[in-house]
């Protein structure tokens, strides 16, 4: 069978060297490529199109990792994403797996968790770090933070841009999308908080914090 080909993403040289050599012990993986920020985690994966991305969920850069995990999604959908990170905390594996994650493991874990994570996402199941699993099972359903409509994450980063006054064309290249993409998330956005016009859509933002400084 053909190894399963994964890029590695941590900011951190000695951490991504310790993964290496972690995964490169067995022919079943092939580490194609490693990046030490969000951006060139995104451009390595659209360059190879691994069928994983090993992602560190804090990594210094102007994204954020779960600001990129969408963008995986929408260019990539058979790069399956692991999250690995020292948060224990199950918002943020929720967070992460609603942003398009299929597996959550905690780095203090890695030694035993990552190859069978790997294993499971390549096979397009789900993983979580056992403790992560047991919290996030136990803890109250996380409220949708005061987000009228229930938008999805790219759908408030698209309101966001249009509100800021820049083009389709604009967020697409900024976001990885077509414009056809962008032009399908305004209409959504439209319909969920059930504006027609720019003017309607800045005002919504406006009020509800989009335009601060983040």
């Given at each position: 069978m053909a190894p399963i080909r994964i890029v590695l993403a941590d900011d951190h040289a000695v951490v991504r060297a310790g993964l290496r050599l972690l995964l490169d012990a067995s022919d079943e993986f092939e580490v194609v490529a490693e990046a030490g920020d969000a951006d060139a985690a995104l451009q390595a994966v659209f360059a190879h199109k691994p069928d994983i991305l090993v992602l560190d969920?804090?990594?210094?850069?102007?994204?954020?990792?779960?600001?990129?995990?969408?963008?995986?999604?929408?260019?990539?959908?058979?790069?399956?994403?692991?999250?690995?990170?020292?948060?224990?905390?199950p918002a943020y594996a929720r967070r992460a797996m609603r942003a398009g994650a299929r597996a959550y493991v905690l780095k203090e874990a890695a030694d035993t968790d990552l190859v069978e994570a790997i294993r499971q996402c390549a096979a397009g199941q789900t993983y979580l770090t056992p403790s992560v699993g047991a919290k996030l099972a136990a803890a109250p359903a996380e409220e949708e933070s005061g987000r009228p409509g229930a938008l999805s994450d790219r759908e408030y980063d698209v309101l966001r841009m249009i509100a800021l006054g820049h083009t389709n064309a604009e967020i697409a290249s900024e976001l990885y999308l077509s414009i056809r993409t962008v032009e399908t998330h305004r209409s959504h956005v439209q319909q969920k908080l059930g504006l027609s016009s720019r003017a309607e859509l800045v005002r919504w933002a406006l009020d509800h914090g989009l335009l601060e400084a983040r």
């Open positions: 969920l804090n990594m210094p850069g102007k994204r954020t990792s779960l600001e990129a995990l969408p963008l995986v999604s929408d260019r990539n959908a058979g790069t399956g994403v692991v999250v690995l990170t020292m948060q224990e905390d």
